[in-house]
C-alpha cells in the first residue's frame, strides 16, 4: 500500500488486476478446431457397410438409385456394386438397388462375381412409338403445376396459369410443331428431347418470363446444327439455284436426274419470273452452271446415282450373275457417259434446303420466295 498526499491508502496493484484478467480471459478462448478431413471412398464405404449391418428386417427398406449404371461397372474392381448386391443377397437389412441406363448391355458389363449376385431382373422402357406421345411429353415438361406448394406459392397462380397458356399457344404453333418432328425423325429418346428444351428453358428470365417461337427456334437451332446447312451457307449464288431447282424436281417426284433437267428448271425460273426481270439478276449460261454443279459433285452435296440397284438371292443364282454382269455394264457405259447427262442424287432433303435457304446471307428475296415455296 502507498499513502497519498491527503493521507488515504489504496492497492497500487489494484489497477493491474483488471489488466492481468483480460490476459487470462484471452487466453482461456478456445482454439478454432480444424476442419475434418476428407473421407476416402473406401473409408466412406467401410462406414456404409457398418451402416448397413447394423440394421435388422423390421427397419424401414433402403432404396438405392444408380443413375446411368453402366458407369459404376466402369471403376476398378466394380466395388461399389458388388458390396450393394451382396448386401442385398445377405437379407440382413430390406435393400433394393435400382439401376437405370440406355445400354442394352449393361448386364455384360459386369463381372462375374457381380453377375452373380444379380437378380437378372430387367424392365425394359420403349422410346415413344408416335410423334402425338413425344409432344405431350415435351408439352408436360414445360408446363408448371397449378397445385398450391411452398415452391409456387399463391401468389404465382396468375402467372402460372399465363405461363401454361403460353406453353399451349406454343405447341399449337405449326412451325414449332416442325422443329419437334425433325427431332423426332432423328432421334426418339427422351432424354435427347429433354436436353433440348433444357437451353430453351435457360433462355427465360425476369425480363422474359414466357417461351416464345423466336427463342425456341434460336435455342434449338444452335443445337440441331447440321452440317451440310452450314456447307451451303459458303456456296455461290448459283450454286444455291442449282440445289433449289433440284428441290423442285423432287417435289415431281424425281428422285434422279441429270444436269440438264436441273439447268432447263433454273432456266425456266430465270426467264419466267417477274421479280427476277425487275431485279435484273444474272442469268448464267450453261457451261458456268456445269462448273457450278460439277463443285456440288466436289463437295458430295450430290453423288452419282447407282444405275442398277437390284438384290442377291441366293435362290436364284442366275438372276444374280445376271444382275451383276448388267450393274458391271452399266458402270462402263457411265465412264463414257457425258457429264451434263449423269444421273444424280441430292444428299439434302427438302426441309435441309429450306433451312439453307433461311440462312443464306444476302439472299435476293426471289431466290428465297423460289426456295421456300413448292
Known amino acids: ?106 448386364v455384360e458389363l459386369l463381372e462375374k462375381r457381380v453377375k452373380s449376385r444379380f437378380s437378372h431382373r430387367q424392365i425394359s422402357v420403349y422410346p415413344p412409338s408416335d410423334f402425338k406421345t413425344l409432344t405431350s411429353i415435351a408439352r408436360n415438361a414445360l408446363k408448371v403445376q397449378l397445385e398450391n406448394s411452398p415452391a409456387f406459392p399463391d401468389a404465382c397462380l396468375e402467372y402460372r396459369q399465363e405461363f401454361n397458356e403460353r406453353v399451349q399457344s406454343l405447341f399449337d404453333n405449326p412451325a414449332f410443331q416442325q422443329l419437334l418432328r425433325r427431332q423426332y425423325d432423328i432421334l426418339r429418346d427422351v432424354r435427347s428431347l429433354y436436353r433440348l428444351l433444357l437451353s430453351f428453358a435457360f433462355s427465360l428470365s425476369i425480363d422474359h418470363p414466357f417461351f416464345t417461337f423466336t427463342k425456341a427456334y434460336t435455342s434449338i437451332q444452335k443445337q440441331l446444327l447440321d ?52 431485279s435484273g439478276m444474272k442469268h448464267y449460261k450453261k457451261g458456268v452452271a456445269l462448273k457450278a454443279f460439277e463443285h456440288l459433285l466436289t463437295l458430295e452435296l450430290i453423288r452419282p446415282a447407282e444405275s442398277v440397284s437390284g438384290s442377291f438371292n441366293e435362290t436364284n443364282l442366275g438372276a444374280s450373275t445376271t444382275a451383276v454382269t448388267h450393274a458391271a455394264s452399266a458402270r462402263l457405259a457411265s465412264v463414257h457417259c457425258p457429264k451434263e447427262y449423269t444421273m444424280v442424287q441430292l444428299v439434302l432433303d427438302v426441309a435441309q434446303v429450306e433451312d439453307a435457304v433461311r440462312a443464306y446471307q444476302d439472299c435476293p428475296q426471289a431466290i428465297r420466295h423460289w426456295g421456300l415455296t413448292n
Open 1 to 106: 500500500k502507498s499513502e497519498n498526499k491527503q493521507g488515504n491508502s489504496t492497492p497500487v496493484a489494484s489497477a493491474k488486476r483488471p489488466i492481468r484478467r483480460a490476459r487470462s480471459t484471452r487466453q482461456k478462448q478456445p482454439i478454432p478446431a480444424t476442419p475434418p478431413p476428407k473421407r476416402t471412398f473406401s473409408e466412406t464405404l467401410v462406414y456404409l457397410l457398418s451402416f448397413l449391418k447394423k440394421g435388422g428386417r423390421r427397419e424401414n427398406p433402403i432404396v438405392f438409385i444408380l443413375d446411368e449404371f453402366d458407369l459404376f461397372s466402369q471403376h476398378p474392381k466394380q466395388t461399389l456394386l458388388y458390396t450393394l448386391f451382396d448386401v442385398v443377397q445377405s437379407h440382413q437389412l430390406p435393400v433394393l438397388v435400382i439401376g437405370i441406363t440406355a445400354r442394352l448391355d449393361a
Open 227 to 278: 452440317s451440310k446447312v452450314e456447307l451451303i451457307k459458303e456456296i455461290s449464288l448459283l450454286e444455291l439455284c442449282l440445289i433449289i431447282a433440284m428441290k423442285h424436281l423432287l417435289d415431281q417426284d424425281m428422285v434422279k436426274f441429270n444436269f440438264e433437267m436441273v439447268y432447263n428448271e433454273y432456266k425456266a425460273f430465270m426467264t419466267s419470273s417477274r421479280d427476277v426481270i425487275r
